[in-house]
């Protein structure tokens, strides 16, 4: 969870935490000259990124390349209504990465878009977290060719039926099928998923959410 604290104002600070949760990495860039009281709230690492034009920008980009490239992170949320970000989950979705946007109504659609996600920010102060709009799909959706694959990974990976992690899963897909989920309506793993309750099993949301296919979802499939 990575926010832009010269954009987003520390009011949001609930709202956003409540939807980090168990996030490993929640970091907070801005100008520590400036009284914008983030270096004050409680479960952010506040990144002091200097007063140059644009330098928390700048930073919260490099951190959020590293986290990808190095770390191996395979979900970033960057909470910002700059369109400036445009580009840098544009480069992250590109690297296999679900890139959640969060930011207020003023949010341009270049940012919105370049998301895998994008989740709009309610009242500030809210602890809240923000909805997302579910997929219509039909209830018994027929496995399709990405099913099967989808399916096959799981089994590959899991142990003693207890399925594979969902973040371990988009990694793998985009390694050996090149599967990019934000080309699908869905955008991402978990929408996809839960959009097909018979075919799988989805544990609740958190880092280490696993998924588990349903045999007889496939039962009338190869």
């Not at 700048?58 to 986290?67: N, P, R, T, W």
């Not at 480069?91 to 709009?120: D, H, N, W, Y």
């Not at 602890?127 to 799981?154: C, E, F, G, W």
Request: some cysteine.
């Amino acid at each position: 969870m990575l926010v832009d604290g010269d954009n987003v104002s520390a009011d949001y600070a609930a709202c956003i935490r409540a939807y980090a949760g168990a996030a490993r990495v929640v970091r907070v860039y801005g100008n520590a000259a400036h009284n914008t009281r983030w270096h004050t709230v409680e479960g952010y690492r506040f990144i002091h990124a200097g007063t140059g034009k644009n330098a928390s920008d700048m930073l919260l980009g490099i951190d959020a390349m590293e986290l990808a490239l190095r770390e191996g992170f395979e979900r970033i949320v960057i909470a910002s209504s700059d369109g400036d970000f445009t580009h840098l989950a544009t480069r992250l979705r590109e690297l296999g990465v679900t890139v959640i946007g969060m930011g207020e109504e003023k949010a341009p659609e270049s940012f919105r878009a370049a998301c895998c996600q994008f989740q709009r920010m309610g009242a500030p102060a809210s602890s809240q977290t923000p909805k997302t709009v579910p997929v219509a799909r039909p209830a018994a959706a027929r496995p399709s060719a990405l099913d099967h694959d989808i399916r096959d990974m799981i089994k590959l990976h899991s142990v003693k039926g207890q399925g594979m992690k969902v973040a371990a899963l988009s990694s793998q897909m985009f390694k050996i099928h090149d599967t990019r989920i934000s080309s699908h309506p869905e955008k991402t793993w978990r929408s996809y998923l839960a959009a097909r309750g018979n075919l799988y099993d989805l544990d609740a949301r958190g880092p280490d959410a696993m998924v588990r296919f349903k045999p007889g979802g496939f039962a009338a499939s190869p």
